[in-house]
């Protein structure tokens, strides 16, 4: 199974400023791979797929790059909605797979 | 647009079988190119897909959990269900059904999870 590693595990920011999270799979899985956002108290919500296309409705300040073993969903100018926890999932193998997460935390 | 809500006890005792349904609205069920999954979150931890059925009743699962998981389709009722045996603490988690559309991919949307907790 592919293992999936997300860094750092809490990311503290200032409202306005950007945020950076990294996603590293075990070996490689293309561009197979999406993100998702998480508040508590509800499901997950599909940001990303593809490494780098967001999903409908999503805002641009949410981008996604990457491919092989290597990706990066950055935040541009933090908003107050995008405090939580984010998380990605390879569907290049059997079974999918998700990061343990990566909180996005109010500096 | 579609939508999807879990169902089903919150408690269940160790080495029963827990059970869940899906209610599924804003599409048919068994409509071509549907994949409906099982993803469950322990409390405070990550996420864990637990396996899909097509909308023709083919079935995948993750081999962590492949000996003690069904899941089925109810297509009278517009609904899947998880049957998972055996149940220990390990399995209390948060349980969540999604869809994915075209390809067993990625996950979207997904049902606000309901919460099974294993204990005498």
């Not at chain 1, 998480?38 to 990457?66: H, V």
């Not at chain 2, 909308?55 to 297509?75: A, E, F, H, Q, W």
């Not at chain 2, 009722?77 to 999604?98: E, H, K, P, Q």
Request: with cysteine.
């Amino acid at each position: 199974e592919i293992l999936m590693t997300q860094s750092p595990a809490t990311l503290s920011v200032s409202p306005g400023e950007g945020a950076t999270l990294s996603c590293r799979a075990s070996e490689s899985v293309s561009s197979n791979l999406a993100w998702y956002q998480q508040k508590p108290g509800q499901a997950p919500r599909l940001l990303i797929y593809g490494a780098s296309t967001r999903a409908t409705g999503i805002p641009t300040r949410f981008s996604g790059i990457g491919s092989g073993t290597e990706f990066t969903l950055t935040i541009s100018s933090l908003q107050s909605e995008d405090f939580a926890v984010y998380y990605c999932q390879q569907y290049n193998n059997w079974p999918r797979t998700f990061g343990q997460g990566t909180k996005v935390e109010i500096k | 647009q579609v939508q999807l809500r879990e169902s089903g006890p919150g408690l269940v005792k160790p080495s029963q079988t827990l059970s869940l349904t899906c209610s599924v609205s804003g599409v048919t069920i068994s409509s071509f190119g549907n994949f409906w999954s099982w993803i469950r979150q322990h409390p405070g931890k990550g996420l864990e897909w637990i396996g899909y059925i097509y909308y023709s009743g083919s079935t995948y699962y993750n081999p962590s959990l492949k000996s003690r998981v069904i899941i089925s389709l109810d297509t009278s009722r517009n609904l899947f269900s998880l049957r998972l045996s055996s149940v220990t603490a390990a399995d209390t988690a948060m349980y969540y059904c999604a869809r994915s559309s075209g390809q067993p991919n990625w996950f979207d949307p997904w049902g606000q999870g309901t919460l099974v907790t294993v204990s005498s």
